[in-house]
């Protein structure tokens, strides 16, 4: 079994964190991005607001209730799908610092 020295055991923690930080920040960026411009999103908010248009001239309240209750929840999701991708950004950022920290400690502390 190899020897490992306090110094570089935490040169391993900061390259970890500094990579998974990498990894979680740019999952999040990828979610915000790819999610806001989600086509069947668009597509299911824009025919469900037709169909209550249409319910609500054809005066049909069971239809015009069901599209109502299907925005709500295609807007909650579009919701959580925005706050998990911040998550991951805050958390993704967190960690960098936390490995910068760690560099920063490691250089003025040896120096």
Known sequence: ???VSPLQLLMMMAFILFIVGL???IT???ILILRSRN???NAVTAQTSQIVKKGLAEDVAGLV???SALLSAMND???TQN???VILILTGGVLLLISCY???YITFRTA
């Open 39 to 41: 086509k069947e999103i």
């Open 77 to 79: 999701l579009a919701r």
């Open 65 to 67: 209730g069901n599209a």
């Open 102 to 104: 760690l560099l920063w």
């Open 28 to 30: 999040g960026s990828v």
């Open 23 to 25: 990894i979680t920040f």
């Open 83 to 85: 706050g998990i991708g």
């Open 1 to 3: 079994m190899f020897q």
